[in-house]
Nanobody, 123 residues
Framework: QVQLVESGGGLVQAGGSLRLSCTASGRTFSTYSMGWFRQAPGKEREFVAYITWSSGRTLYSDSVKGRFTISRDSAKNTVYLQINSLKPEDTAVYFC????????????????WGQGTQVTVSS
């Protein structure tokens, strides 16, 4: 099992930036990829981005491409999500997740989840 803890959320004005962090502990050596998802009130959890642990290959959803950047620091077992040019529609709880089998854009593809960190963007 991998334990994940997110941090870095907060209240920010539209156009601002945040950097979210997700630190993993436990059986991190078996992790193939790490993903970020978000869930707005009344909506389903949606894929934001993933990064493969060994090669650093990334994939983004169309809605965040060009504004969000996912990265990793293997030495710190930490994945980051840099969020720029924030919009009110980016308001959501952001979750990180670990996938031990591959790299997926679906919720079902991940087997370990953090508790989430709230991002609120004011207009």
């Amino acid at each position: 099992q991998v334990q994940l803890v997110e941090s870095g959320g907060g209240l920010v004005q539209a156009g601002g930036s945040l950097r979210l962090s997700c630190t993993a502990s436990g059986r991190t050596f078996s992790t193939y990829s790490m993903g970020w998802f978000r869930q707005a009130p009344g909506k389903e959890r949606e894929f934001v981005a993933y990064i493969t642990w060994s090669s650093g290959r990334t994939l983004y959803s169309d809605s965040v491409k060009g504004r969000f950047t996912i990265s990793r620091d293997s030495a710190k077992n930490t994945v980051y999500l840099q969020i720029n040019s924030l919009k009110p529609e980016d308001t959501a709880v952001y979750f990180c997740a670990a996938d031990h089998l591959g790299a997926s854009i679906t919720v079902a593809g991940y087997d370990s989840w953090g508790q989430g960190t709230q991002v609120t963007v004011s207009s």
